[in-house]
């Protein structure tokens, strides 16, 4: 089917307030909605058709603490790659909404399927980790056009993840993604607002 121009407008309007939410209120996601985004991801590209994504939603209290506990402990020892002024802007950025947001997704990437049949990922296995990204990337837009926040959580250690969350040894930790209706939606990143990082453009070279 071809789409119309409002169409491709209404995604490059999804694709321009997509942002990482870090600060979220309380109240739950509606367990229709969070079927609708789990559909979403199955809507994502894959090598091979390999859909090597496995998701596990974090709903044990003291599995939630030990993320919570690892975040920090993680956040701890990065501050201290920093010094003067650049330790104190990385101390004043809000990094997680782990205490607030209602849904948490851990990510993670099987690292040898038998889905796919090696097809496409022989000279490039790297090509599995980036159908897991892409997976969460659709996951994002989808919670946007849902009026839902999603931020991603990456100052966590990968083994210490997988450990906590009991996974098999093939599968590699992804990501661990916050859910939940935004306090506020604002169309500049938080890193961008805060002088962190601004955006850069993509510049397409020839050769």
Not at 66 to 84: I, L, M, Q, S, T
Not at 139 to 150: H, K, S, V, Y
Request: glycine share 6%; with cysteine; aromatic share 6%.
């Amino acid at each position: 089917m071809d789409f119309t121009r409002p169409e491709a407008e209404l995604l490059t309007r999804i694709l321009h307030w997509r942002r990482d939410v870090r600060s979220f209120r309380t109240e739950p996601i509606d367990e229709a909605v969070i079927e609708r985004l789990r559909a979403a991801m199955d809507l994502a590209p894959s090598v091979g058709n390999a859909r090597p994504w496995r998701v596990l939603r974090v709903e044990t209290p003291a599995l939630r603490r030990r993320v919570r506990d690892e975040f920090a402990r993680c956040n701890r020892a990065a501050a201290e790659a920093y010094d003067g002024d650049r330790q104190t802007a990385y101390l004043r950025l809000k990094l997680a909404g782990l205490d607030a947001a209602p849904v948490q997704l851990a990510v993670f990437c099987v690292t040898n399927p038998t889905e796919g049949h090696g097809l496409g990922r022989q000279t490039m296995p790297e090509t599995l980790r980036q159908s897991t990204a892409m997976a969460v990337h659709t996951l994002w837009l989808a919670a946007r056009a849902e009026n839902i926040g999603l931020g991603m959580v990456s100052i966590l250690d990968p083994g210490t993840m997988a450990h906590v969350l009991a996974v098999p040894a093939d599968w590699e930790f992804a990501a661990y993604l916050c859910l939940g209706h935004p306090e506020a939606t604002d169309d500049t990143p938080l890193l961008h607002r805060a002088g962190w990082q601004e955006n850069t453009p993509t510049t397409w070279d020839e050769r």
